[in-house]
């Protein structure tokens, strides 16, 4: 095969199904960690869909999410800053981890391109490398069209507890690459076991990226998950898919296949990487100050050490922590050892258990025309800042039970309201009554800025009804 | 003497000068620690003087303050929750630590009353038996009549090194008190001193309060001190006070005085006592839970322990504290280990120096109509939500630099807007222009809300005309 045949064959699949909320109080269920911008400006999803681009464009990427997260995702690939990203979508019904996931991935390539060889990357690493990462990735493709199943280990640098390992076995015979068998995978181990794996050498981290065929893959889950295999079949007929999802046993494409599969073969990758398991991870991304702090935001600190401080706009005061990791955002506060970093995903639990609106949502929410912030809300009233990026405007909409109120902070609202259509300038203000049809648009160049005081029994979200949209959101 | 003679003849003198900023984010310049309620609803200024009122009336206490705080105290005493509270203000210029504020005080009363004895007592400490104190304000007010310097010592139960020392000496001859000549002052020692004294026994804390005769003090001032008795006098003669006191040395009473004065006697007190000198008085004052941690507010805590957690409407997460202060407000967070308590201080410097606002002002500011909180700001505009006690009324004002834009959230307003007087109901608005006098007054019982959307080029408190106010506050 030639590089070109073999350009032609290859298709991406991203797993971006997880809330990754070990990464909260900044991970929320309507924030999910692909979507945050961990290191620069682009979020972790897009930075993985544009590194493969060069060698897989976006629209051989297929994106597998479920379906609360699957409009969050396609208005933050195509609106957000930005060039649009246009990728394909596998929306499961329901989370069943990764090998029902990699499965549906797999029949849907199948069918486009018999001959298919998905890369199945997370949506929620770091890579640092671009260039390196593709070369990999055609290495591997080589190796997965000649059947094998591909994992990537990556060379440990620190006996670190939270990822499993690949222990390699046998060079690959008269393969000019570095590839080895796979001897078998290690779940996470404890902190001694994993020091003597970094002694001992021939030890890689599980990255969690894969190459194969799509059809070996489905051979293998008919070899060792048949009833999955047997519903995914199912879903390929046509069947309804909740109902051949819900039956499916949730469980990793590690323990599912890899573990009991015979022709897994591993590549050592030594590009720079980063799963981005817990706030400790920033640490490997983030270069640390002299005394091993990583410190952001308005923070004042008196002589912290190897601490991870993130503020946001409020002020942070610290004296003397060591070791110790501080997320502030503006409605919650995370504070931990870094060796508790992991239990982060506890307090997600006790929050939810405690009925605290805050494991799910920010006070900042992002929409494809711009942004609001709830500045407070109380019974019967809610306060929001609403900001409008230059030429966007909301859907055309009206609400059953609450009645708005704008004042314009900054720019002009082109505002329709019922039939009427009026310029709302700087410091002028409108009301829109319960059930009357709206829109605010800001006609100019510059962003506006609108404070809107909601009034009314029932102030949620779902209290809306589109007419028109230019975002394609669900309209009635 | 009989207890009636003494009676007429005791005063108190409250030190309020303070800002208290070991207490910050809690504490700040324009809500000093005195008028935070710490333990209940009630300041702990408030506390101070109700607790003297059955042996000292309001009207005998000379509560001594500065500018900055004067008008501040005076609302709050005035104004603010719970029945009004009404002593005199003795107003320094600017501060000059204790001596010369005791100075000060004593030539007022010793005019208003030559037989005068001043109890002189810290305006920001905690004490709970209320009853044993006066008994104890008694007894020393027996001394200070026949001519001693009396100070009380706390019976230390800790070897703190937070607090100075006064060494016992002999006991007061021919009294029937525990009263004891003082043999030294000693200054906040280290660990290892604090520990032996409290072993060798016959220490005490230094608790700030003293009894004596307005004019003793006064002659112990023209002896140790004589340029700031020269300059008390100038001031009793009727010169500028703010000449006479920017020239003295500012000096504590303990340094200045009581450790050269000959005549000094102290009292054991063995009431419940704190100086709430940092953070970690919280856990003198509020009973720890069985991890040892007190936790207020929206916490979610995992497995904590030793450790003061206070939270606010605000989430906070906390995992393995040990030995930790977490204090969370609206716009600003602190975390320190306990030992690093007293460096809150420094913290609240460092923020001055970068210009950061939050170590004076906080989000709400109350006011004795009620409170109001800046939501949100940005260039030329500012957000605030006011809340207007039943019954209360802003000032008649006007702002030469700001529009204002409110809307009525709860309750119904009866806005003044030039000659005009209107009723502005739930959910309605009206735009108060620039240069336009106005009053926002609520008519009803029950409280109310209004979002208030200033706009101008310039949006500080200091922009504010005041013709009528309901709180003696300056008008024009």
């Known amino acids: 095969m030639n590089n070109n045949k073999r350009a032609v064959d290859l298709y991406a699949v991203i797993l971006a199904g997880g809330i990754g909320s070990r990464f909260w109080p900044l991970s929320r269920a309507t924030t999910p960690k692909q979507l945050l911008s961990v290191v620069d400006d682009e979020s972790l999803l897009k930075g993985t869909i ?40 596998i929306v499961e019904p329901m989370g069943r981890n990764t090998a029902p996931a990699i499965g549906l991935a797999a029949i849907r390539l199948a069918e486009i391109n018999p001959e298919a060889i998905m890369a199945v990357l997370p949506a929620d690493h770091i890579i640092g490398e671009g260039e390196k990462f593709r070369a990999h990735l055609i290495k591997a493709s080589k190796l997965a069209e000649k059947g094998h199943l ?94 051949s999802y819900e039956g499916m046993e949730p469980i990793s494409i590690d323990k599912g296949i890899l573990e009991k599969a015979e022709d897994v073969v591993m590549i050592p990758a ?137 004042v314009v902070l900054k720019g002009r609202a082109k505002v329709r309201r019922g039939d009427e259509v009026r310029i709302v300038s700087l410091n002028e203000s409108i009301d829109i009554p319960i059930g009357v049809k709206h829109r605010l648009d800001n006609p100019d160049d510059t962003p506006l800025e609108v404070i809107e005081v909601q009034s009314g029994g029932y102030l949620e979200e779902d209290d809306i009804v589109r007419f028109d949209d230019d975002f394609q959101r669900e309209i009635t």
Not at 154 to 181: F, M, N, Q, R
Not at 276 to 299: Q, T, Y
């Open 150 to 243: 591909v994992t990537f280990g990556i060379v440990p640098t620190t006996p670190e507890t939270g990822y499993g390992y690949i222990k390699a076995g046998d060079k690959l015979a008269g393969e000019e690459t570095s590839a080895s068998h796979v001897e078998r995978f290690v779940e996470k181990p404890d902190k001694q076991r994993a020091e003597s794996y970094l002694s001992d050498g021939g030890y890689y981290w599980n990255s969690g990226i894969f190459l194969w065929k799509a059809k070996r893959i489905l051979e293998e889950i008919k070899l060792h998950m048949p009833l999955t295999f047997q519903r995914l079949m199912e879903i390929g007929d046509g069947e309804d898919i909740t109902g």
């Open 270 to 406: 030594d590009f720079a990487w980063s799963d981005m398991g817990s706030w400790n991870s920033f640490g490997e991304i983030l270069g640390p100050d002299r005394s091993g702090n990583i410190i952001k935001g308005r923070v004042v600190d008196l002589g912290s050490s190897d601490s991870v401080i993130l503020g946001c706009d409020r002020v942070v005061a610290t004296i003397g922590l060591k070791d110790m990791i501080l997320v502030d955002t503006p409605d919650a506060t995370l504070v931990c050892p870094k060796d508790r970093a992991q239990d982060v995903k506890a307090v997600v639990e006790a929050l939810k258990e405690k009925g605290f609106t805050e494991h799910a949502e920010h006070r900042t929410a992002r929409r494809p025309w711009g942004y609001y912030t709830v500045l407070e809300s109380g019974p019967g009233y809610k306060i929001k800042k609403i900001v409008v990026k230059p030429g966007q405007r909301l859907s055309l909409q009206l609400h059953h039970k609450r009645s708005e109120h704008w």
């Open 50 to 89: 544009k590194r493969l681009s060069p060698l897989i464009p976006p629209e051989k990427v297929h994106v597998v999410t479920n379906a609360d997260q699957a409009e969050l995702i396609r208005l933050h690939l195509c609106y957000e800053e930005g060039e649009p990203l246009c990728p394909e979508y």
